[in-house]
């Protein structure tokens, strides 16, 4: 069974230009979830989607949105990017949304470095 | 504002140390506080812990959640050189849409 697989892994992008990245979650799966993970700060949590609604936001500026399609796949994009965003981008995925084992299941993430 | 808390950040122990792991939470609506472990990228699930199961036992690792103090500690004995990496404590809310929240981990550096 195939695991949660982020694209593109690595990325690099200038001040002022936008970034979307993808994340496939396990087959089945319908809830994804996507955080943000820089040092010092942790994991934190960007929003969740599930059967294409996004039911759970962080604290972000509306830079950060993102889409779920049909298939669970999901996308999120950051516009007008700026240094501090330059971040481990992971995503996770469960079967439903919240978790009745606890289990998330984690991709590898996309790190993106903003110059 | 929901938030959880870890401590210490970091540190460094020999082979063989007992470690543990500290976490706190203040959160609305509290479900079940969670252990990952992350190595290199991908996170890993280590254990759940909720107000019907507040221990855990798995090999040399053991978690325990205290509700009335709002925290939880995770154990290493003997630790290994495999046993570094970041533990992340997150805690999981009932709120409309069950949302999980993650403290800023523990950087754990095992030497021989």
């Known amino acids: 069974k195939a695991g949660v697989t982020q694209t593109p892994r690595y990325l690099i992008k200038t001040r002022g230009q936008q970034v979307t990245l993808s994340c496939s979650p396990i087959?089945?799966?319908?809830?994804v979830s996507w955080y943000q993970q820089t040092p010092g700060q942790g994991l934190q949590f960007l929003f969740e989607?599930?059967?294409?609604?996004?039911?759970n936001k962080g604290n972000f500026p509306g830079r950060f949105s993102g889409r779920q399609f049909s298939n669970s796949r999901s996308e999120m994009n950051v516009s007008t990017l700026e240094l501090g965003d330059s971040a481990l981008y992971l995503c996770?995925?469960?079967?439903?949304?919240?978790?009745?084992?606890?289990?998330?299941?984690f991709g590898e993430g996309s790190r993106l470095t903003v110059l | 504002e929901d938030k959880v808390v870890q401590s210490p950040l970091s540190l460094v122990v020999h082979e063989g140390d007992t470690v543990t792991l500290n976490c706190s939470y203040e959160?609305?609506?509290?479900?079940?506080l969670l252990w990952y472990k992350q190595e290199k990228k991908a996170p890993t699930f280590l254990f759940m812990l909720?107000?019907?199961?507040i221990e855990k036992k798995s090999g040399r690792l053991s978690s325990i959640l205290d509700k009335k103090e709002l925290s939880s500690i995770l154990n290493i004995t003997a630790t290994q050189t495999g046993d570094s990496a970041i533990y992340l404590c997150?805690?999981?809310?009932?709120?409309?849409?069950?949302?999980?929240?993650f403290g800023p981990g523990t950087s754990l550096s095992v030497i021989p």
């Open positions: 996770a995925s469960s079967l439903v949304a919240g978790t009745n084992t606890g289990e998330l299941f």
């Open positions: 087959s089945g799966h319908r809830s």
């Open positions: 989607y599930f059967s294409e609604t996004q039911r």
């Open positions: 959160v609305t609506n509290f479900r079940s």
């Open positions: 909720t107000s019907s199961g």
């Open positions: 997150a805690v999981e809310m009932a709120t409309s849409y069950d949302k999980v929240i």
